[in-house]
C-alpha cells in the first residue's frame, strides 16, 4: 500500500502549488463561480517550468530542487501581492464547487495512478521517448539539455513538457520511474477537473439562453461531470483499447 502514501504526497506537491497560484486563477477568471480555482495548478506548474527554463538557459541558477523551492516562494510573495492589490467583482462564488473539484482531482489522480499500478512499464506510443528526455532533464543542471541519442548535442526537441514533469520529479525527490506514471496521472486529474470546470461554466453562463428556467445546482454538476467524461474518456476509441 505504499503507492497510496507516495500518490498522496505528490498530491500534497500539487495543492501546494495551486495553493500558490489561486490569486492568479481567480484575476484570470473573475467571473467563474470557482473563480478558476482549477486552473491554478495548470498556471502553476507552467511558470514554474518556464522560470526554471530562463534560469537554466541563462545559467542564472542551476535545476535543484532548492532552486524550485526558491521560484515557489517568489511565485508566493507575487501572488499575495496580486490577491492584496486586486478587486473582484461581486459575481457568486461557489465555494461548494470548489471543495467538489478538489475531490475530483484527488480521486482521478488516485484512480489512474492505481490503473497505472497495474502495468507500470513505460512502453507504447511515445512514452520510451518521454522518460529519456525526462531523465536527460534531471540529470542537467543548466539547458537545453543533453540529447539522451545524440549526446553531447542538445535535444533538438521541443521539450517543455517534459520539462514540467521532470520539475514535479524534482520537487517530490521521487523516483523518476514511478514519478512518470504519476505524472499520467496527474495530466487526467487535471483534464478532468478543468473540463468539468469549463463545462459548469459554461452552463453557469448560458443557462438562461439555454434553458425557461435556471438550473439546480445538482444538475449543473451532472452537466459538469458529463462535459468531464466526454473530453477524457470518450474523445476517441483510444480509452476503450487501453482497457
Known sequence: MMWIGTTLFWYFILFLIGVVFVP???????????????FAKTIGIIAITYAMFLFGVLHVASFTSLTLYFLLALFAIGNYWIFKKTRLPGAPFNKTLVVI?????????????FMRGQEP?????????DYGFMQSILRSTHFPPADMWYTPLPINYYYFGHMSGAILIKLTNIAASI?????????FAEGICLAFSLTVMIVTRTQNLLFTKALSFTRTLVFGLLGAVLVN???????????
Open 24 to 38: 492568479t486563477a481567480r484575476f484570470l477568471f473573475p467571473q467563474a463561480p470557482d473563480r478558476g480555482y482549477p
Open 101 to 113: 473539484e478538489e475531490g475530483l482531482f484527488l480521486a482521478a489522480l488516485i484512480a489512474l495512478a
Open 121 to 129: 512499464s513505460i512502453h507504447g506510443l511515445e512514452k520510451f521517448m
Open 179 to 187: 514519478g512518470y506514471n504519476l505524472i499520467l496521472a496527474t495530466i
Open 233 to 243: 474518456t470518450i474523445g476517441n476509441l483510444h480509452t476503450i483499447y487501453l482497457f
